[in-house]
C-alpha cells in the first residue's frame, strides 16, 4: 500500500477545539466510538482521533454530514460504500496486497467525504481547524491507515467493522406488526407491478404528440466498440476492480447515454436542476429554466465472480403533482434513475431504472441473464424485458406525465423529426452534495439520513411498519431501500446474482470475443 509516510509533526488542529468537543463526541448521532480497536496507538495518532471526532462534530452541528459514503464505527478516518463493505467476507483480503488495496479505497473514499462535509462548513466552522485542516486531517487518515495495516489487532477489528449502514428499522416493524401487514403491503406491491406490465412496452409512444425528447451532447458522443475496449483493456487491481481514469469514465458515459422521453403537460414535467433558494431554506427547489441535467455516478457490482462496472444517470423533475387531497403519493420534487450494468468485456447485460426515493424499482435484463425460478427475496422483483440495442442505437426512458413511472423502453438511432427537443448537460452527481446555498456556502442537497428535506410523502402513514424510514421521500444513492416487504437495497454488490444466472447468449456480443466467465 503506498501511503505516504506522514510525520510526527503533523498538525493538531486547534486544541481548544478539542478540548470542548471531545468530552461531548460520544452524544453526537455521527461521532465514532470512543474507543480505538485493539493495538498500539501511538500518541500522533491519539491526537488524530481528536481531531477526526472535534471535525465530525462540527460537521453534525453546522455542515452536512455525507450518508451516501458510510462510516465505519470506531475508524472515523475510514468510509466505506455497500460494494467495498461486501469484501469484508471476502477470502481475497487474506491476501496482503488485497487487504492493502482495500484499505487504500476506504482511505479514499473518507477523504472524499470530508472535502465534501468541508466544503458545506460555514466560514466561522473552518477557521476554527485552521487553514490546513482539511490537509491535517487527510494526512491523519493516512497515519492512522498505516497502523491499521501494521497491527493485526487492528486489521481484524476493520475487517469485522467495515459495514454498510441497513436503515431498515425492526423496531418500527415489531411495534407494526410486520409478520401480519406485510400481506397487506405485499398484495399492494403486486397490483402495481401488474399494472406496469401492463403498461410497459419497448416501443416508442403511439402518439408522440406532446412528449419532450432529452438528449445527450452530441459533442460528447463516444462509440459502443470503443467504450467496450475501454472496460475489456482496463487493468484491474488486486481486487479484481477495472482502474479507469476520468477520462475513460466520461466516455462511458457518453456512450451509453439515455435519452429521456417525458410526456409533457406542466412545468412539473420538466427535468431541471436542484438548487437552495438561500441557506435557512426548509427545502431545495428544481429550476427548469435552466439547461436540462443529467446526474452521473459510478459505482461497481459482482457477476459471475468479476467485478462489473455500473453507470449511473439521474434527472430531478420539480415536483409528483398531487391529484387531489386523497393522493398520498405525490409531493415536492421527483426523479429518475437509470442504471447500466457491463460486463468484464464492457458489453452491457443489465439496465434497471429507479425512482430518486428507491421506490418502483423495475429491472431490465439483457439475454444474457436468465431469471431465477426463486429469486433470492421475500418480495419478488419486477422484471421487464430489455430492448435490443445495437450499435450506433441510444437507449430510451419513456415516463408518464405526473407520476414520471417508467413505461417505455426502447432503442433510437435518431430523434424523430418535428418533436419537442431538449439536449441536457452531464453533472457529477457529488455535485448535489454541496450545492451553493444561495449565498456564499456550500449545503448538501440531502440531510444527514440522506432524504431531501421536504420531499416526504403522504404514504408514509401507512407504509411506515415495512420500517423504510419516510417511504416516498427523495433520498441519497447509497440509501435507496427498494423493497417493502424483506429487505433489498438498490446498490447492493449481490443484487444481480440473487435473481439472475449469467449465461452465454449467443448472438449478444457483437465483434467477435469470448463471453469472460471465472471457472
Known amino acids: 500500500m503506498n501511503l505516504p509516510v506522514v510525520s510526527q509533526t503533523i498538525p493538531s488542529l486547534r486544541l481548544s477545539a478539542v478540548l470542548v468537543i471531545a468530552s461531548t463526541a460520544v452524544l453526537v448521532g455521527c461521532a465514532v466510538r470512543p474507543d480505538y480497536p485493539p493495538g498500539v496507538v501511538a500518541p500522533v495518532e491519539q491526537a488524530c482521533l481528536d481531531d477526526f471526532r472535534a471535525f465530525d462534530k462540527a460537521v453534525s452541528e453546522h455542515g452536512s454530514p455525507n450518508a451516501r459514503l458510510h462510516r465505519v464505527a470506531g475508524f472515523p478516518h475510514l468510509r466505506v460504500t455497500r460494494f467495498y463493505a461486501a469484501f469484508r467476507d471476502d477470502d481475497r483480503l487474506d491476501d496482503d496486497e488485497a487487504f492493502e488495496r482495500w484499505v487504500e479505497q476506504l482511505v479514499a473514499l473518507g477523504r472524499?467525504?470530508?472535502?465534501?462535509?468541508?466544503?458545506?462548513?460555514?466560514?466561522?466552522?473552518?477557521?476554527?481547524?485552521?487553514?490546513?485542516?482539511?490537509?491535517?486531517?487527510?494526512?491523519?487518515?493516512?497515519?492512522?491507515?498505516?497502523?491499521d495495516l501494521a497491527h493485526p489487532e487492528r486489521r481484524a477489528a476493520l475487517r469485522d467493522a467495515a459495514r454498510a449502514a441497513d436503515?431498515?428499522?425492526?423496531?418500527?416493524?415489531?411495534?407494526?406488526?410486520?409478520?401480519?401487514?406485510?400481506?397487506?403491503?405485499?398484495?399492494?406491491?403486486?397490483?402495481w407491478q401488474r399494472g406496469v406490465q401492463a403498461r410497459y412496452t419497448t416501443e416508442p409512444p403511439p402518439d408522440l404528440e406532446g412528449w419532450a425528447w432529452y438528449t445527450p451532447p452530441g459533442a460528447e458522443q463516444t462509440a459502443a466498440l470503443e467504450a467496450r475496449r475501454l472496460v475489456a483493456g482496463a487493468p484491474r487491481d488486486a481486487l479484481g476492480v477495472p482502474r479507469l481514469n476520468d477520462g475513460d469514465w466520461r466516455r462511458l458515459y457518453a456512450a451509453h447515454a439515455p435519452i429521456w422521453l417525458v410526456e409533457e403537460q406542466g412545468g412539473y414535467d420538466r427535468i431541471g436542476a436542484p438548487?437552495?433558494?438561500?441557506?435557512?431554506?426548509?427545502?431545495?427547489?428544481?429550476?427548469?429554466?435552466?439547461?436540462?441535467?443529467?446526474?452521473?455516478?459510478?459505482?461497481?457490482?459482482?457477476?459471475?465472480?468479476?467485478?462489473?462496472?455500473?453507470?449511473?444517470?439521474?434527472?430531478?423533475?420539480?415536483?409528483?403533482?398531487?391529484?387531489?387531497?386523497?393522493?398520498?403519493?405525490?409531493?415536492?420534487?421527483?426523479?429518475?434513475?437509470?442504471?447500466?450494468?457491463?460486463?468484464?468485456?464492457?458489453?452491457?447485460?443489465?439496465?434497471?431504472?429507479?425512482?430518486?426515493?428507491?421506490?418502483?424499482?423495475?429491472?431490465?435484463?439483457?439475454?444474457?441473464?436468465?431469471?431465477?425460478?426463486?429469486?433470492?427475496?421475500?418480495?419478488?422483483?419486477?422484471?421487464?424485458?430489455?430492448?435490443?440495442?445495437?450499435?450506433?442505437?441510444?437507449?430510451?426512458?419513456?415516463?408518464?406525465?405526473?407520476?414520471?413511472?417508467?413505461?417505455?423502453?426502447?432503442?433510437?438511432?435518431?430523434?424523430?423529426?418535428?418533436?419537442?427537443?431538449?439536449?441536457?448537460?452531464?453533472?457529477?452527481?457529488?455535485?448535489?452534495?454541496?450545492?451553493?446555498?444561495?449565498?456564499?456556502?456550500?449545503?448538501?442537497?440531502?440531510?444527514?439520513?440522506?432524504?431531501?428535506?421536504?420531499?416526504?410523502?403522504?404514504?408514509?402513514?401507512?407504509?411506515?411498519?415495512?420500517?423504510?424510514?419516510?417511504?416516498?421521500?427523495?433520498?441519497?444513492?447509497?440509501?435507496?431501500?427498494?423493497?417493502?416487504?424483506?429487505?433489498?437495497?438498490?446498490?447492493?454488490?449481490?443484487?444481480?446474482?440473487?435473481?439472475?444466472?449469467?449465461?452465454?447468449?449467443?448472438?449478444?456480443?457483437?465483434?467477435?470475443?469470448?463471453?469472460?466467465r471465472r471457472r
Not at 472524499?112 to 485542516?133: C, H, K, Q, V
Not at 425492526?170 to 406491491?189: C, D, Q, S
Open 112 to 147: 472524499e467525504a470530508r472535502a465534501i462535509e468541508w466544503a458545506t462548513l460555514p466560514e466561522g466552522g473552518r477557521a476554527e481547524f485552521g487553514e490546513d485542516g482539511l490537509r491535517a486531517l487527510h494526512g491523519c487518515a493516512e497515519k492512522l491507515a498505516e497502523g
Open 275 to 516: 438548487y437552495w433558494p438561500a441557506p435557512e431554506s426548509p427545502r431545495p427547489e428544481v429550476d427548469i429554466a435552466v439547461e436540462p441535467v443529467t446526474y452521473v455516478h459510478r459505482d461497481y457490482t459482482r457477476l459471475d465472480g468479476e467485478v462489473a462496472v455500473q453507470l449511473l444517470y439521474g434527472i430531478w423533475f420539480p415536483e409528483r403533482p398531487r391529484t387531489g387531497p386523497l393522493d398520498l403519493l405525490g409531493g415536492h420534487m421527483s426523479g429518475v434513475i437509470f442504471r447500466v450494468t457491463l460486463a468484464a468485456d464492457g458489453t452491457p447485460v443489465f439496465y434497471d431504472t429507479v425512482h430518486q426515493c428507491g421506490c418502483y424499482h423495475q429491472f431490465h435484463p439483457t439475454a444474457a441473464l436468465e431469471p431465477r425460478a426463486r429469486p433470492d427475496y421475500a418480495e419478488p422483483p419486477l422484471i421487464l424485458r430489455a430492448p435490443v440495442i445495437d450499435p450506433g442505437q441510444r437507449p430510451v426512458i419513456g415516463m408518464r406525465t405526473r407520476t414520471h413511472y417508467v413505461e417505455h423502453f426502447f432503442a433510437l438511432d435518431r430523434v424523430p423529426a418535428g418533436v419537442t427537443e431538449y439536449s441536457y448537460r452531464f453533472a457529477d452527481y457529488h455535485g448535489l452534495e454541496r450545492l451553493p446555498d444561495g449565498e456564499d456556502g456550500y449545503r448538501s442537497l440531502f440531510g444527514p439520513e440522506g432524504i431531501v428535506p421536504g420531499t416526504e410523502r403522504r404514504e408514509r402513514w401507512l407504509l411506515w411498519p415495512a420500517g423504510v424510514p419516510s417511504p416516498g421521500a427523495q433520498r441519497q444513492y447509497g440509501r435507496y431501500m427498494t423493497a417493502f416487504v424483506g429487505r433489498r437495497h438498490f446498490d447492493d454488490p449481490d443484487l444481480i446474482p440473487r435473481i439472475f444466472d449469467l449465461r452465454e447468449p449467443p448472438g449478444v456480443l457483437e465483434q467477435g470475443g469470448a463471453w469472460p
Open 167 to 191: 436503515d431498515y428499522s425492526t423496531a418500527k416493524r415489531v411495534v407494526g406488526l410486520y409478520p401480519l401487514t406485510r400481506w397487506g403491503i405485499l398484495f399492494g406491491v403486486h397490483r
